[in-house]
């Protein structure tokens, strides 16, 4: 049962490891887009200052690329 750490760490680093980054920019662009909407809707109710709260939080969000 040697080899069974071995492919353990040879598909943890060849399929898992990737795919990570694929989801933290899956989740960074889905937050983006989010918040996006969120102002959008927030302008359009009037409430402006919520809706620049969102802005400021898109921008560290993008700003953290």
Do not use: H
Not at 5 to 13: E, F, I, K, P, Y
Not at 50 to 59: D, G, P, T, V, Y
Request: charged share 20%; aromatic share 10%.
């Amino acid at each position: 049962f040697t080899g069974v750490g071995l492919m353990t760490a040879l598909v943890n680093n060849y399929v898992f490891l990737p795919l990570s980054g694929l989801w933290s920019s899956l989740d960074r662009y889905s937050q983006i887009v989010g918040y996006s909407r969120a102002a959008a809707e927030l302008t359009r109710m009037g409430l402006y200052e919520e809706s620049k709260q969102c802005m400021m939080l898109l921008k560290d969000i993008a700003k953290n690329d």
